[in-house]
T-cell receptor
Framework: DVKVTQSSRYLVKRTGEKVFLECVQD?????MFWYRQDPGLGLRLIYF???????EKGDIPEGYSVSREKKERFSLILESASTNQTSMYLC???????????FGPGTRLTVT | GQQLNQSPQSMFIQEGEDVSMNCTSS?????WLWYKQDPGEGPVLLIA?????ELTSNGRLTAQFGITRKDSFLNISASIPSDVGIYFC???????????FGTGTRLKVLA
């Protein structure tokens, strides 16, 4: 079974803090993705990576950065958290061949 | 960013009834995926479709890739209480890694 894990299920941070969200997949997938999910807006792509050290901006990259130093790990970084970044963050991975995306359980981030 | 039009937005049904939902797009897609999401959890992949006209089943679930390549359908037969959740479609065009997601259909099953 494909396993995508995220470092925290729930996280509470203060405005201005630097926040790291970690995602690890154990299936040797080439592609990894970070989304945020908000009521009424669905899933929106923040960043994705198709190889180690490679990254591309998604639809809403502002305020976020990412890091992929190893194939199995993709980190999302909020350099200075703001209240409008309160959301559910979902990581996904996919092999380059089948293109099926598998999601982690999500991290619900609250910025106060 | 672009989003798919998914309908209905929500539905209440009686246990044992069949359910249908669909997604439409203004763009042509090469892949359609259907997911289910339980509260507080990540989406779980149900069915993947790769070819126009393709009909694929997973237990009581059946999904179809529309012939126009701009739509997809999901049917659930003989619904049970654990079918409750949000169902999402996602479509991907050729030459891109990016999926476009529908806004979800919230399903509630009345026992």
């Amino acid at each position: 079974d494909v396993k995508v894990t995220q470092s925290s299920r729930y996280l509470v941070k203060r405005t201005g803090e630097k926040v790291f969200l970690e995602c690890v997949q154990d299936m040797d997938h080439e592609n990894m993705f970070w989304y945020r999910q908000d009521p009424g807006l669905g899933l929106r792509l923040i960043y994705f990576s198709y190889d180690v050290k490679m990254k591309e901006k998604g639809d809403i990259p502002e305020g976020y950065s990412v890091s992929r130093e190893k194939k199995e790990r993709f980190s999302l970084i909020l350099e200075s958290a703001s209240t409008n970044q309160t959301s559910m963050y979902l990581c996904a991975s996919s092999p380059s061949g089948t293109n099926e995306q598998y999601f982690g359980p999500g991290t619900r981030l609250t910025v106060t | 960013g672009q989003q798919l039009n998914q309908s209905p937005q929500s539905m209440f049904i009686q246990e044992g009834e069949d359910v249908s939902m669909n997604c439409t797009s203004s763009s042509i897609f090469n892949t359609w995926l259907w997911y289910k999401q339980d509260p507080g959890e990540g989406p779980v992949l149900l069915i993947a479709l790769y070819k126009a006209g393709e009909l694929t089943s997973n237990g009581r679930l059946t999904a179809q890739f529309g012939i126009t390549r701009k739509d997809s359908f999901l049917n659930i037969s003989a619904s049970i209480p654990s079918d409750v959740g949000i169902y999402f479609c996602a479509g991907r065009a050729s030459g891109t890694y990016k999926y476009i997601f529908g806004t979800g259909t919230r399903l509630k099953v009345l026992a």
